[in-house]
């Protein structure tokens, strides 16, 4: 049996940072990933972040929580 003579898309060769891929994302679908302790954003919008992530999904535990 031979080997395969090609490369399956998505195998292999050049992978994407994580922020090219949340860059590419903001840019084709309109998706926004952020994260809240991001060192590029001020505290306003640090909060800004936190208020919008509690309003569409509900507060994040704290730490030495459990969640369910």
Request: positive net charge.
């Amino acid at each position: 049996m031979n080997g395969m003579r090609f490369t399956p898309r998505g195998y292999g060769g050049h992978r994407r940072t994580p922020d090219q891929v949340k860059r590419e994302g903001w840019k084709e679908q309109g998706l926004l990933a952020v994260a809240i302790d991001d060192d590029r954003l001020t505290w306003p919008e640090r909060e800004l972040v936190r208020q919008l992530g509690e309003k569409l999904y509900g507060k994040r535990p704290q730490d030495g929580e459990a969640t369910r």
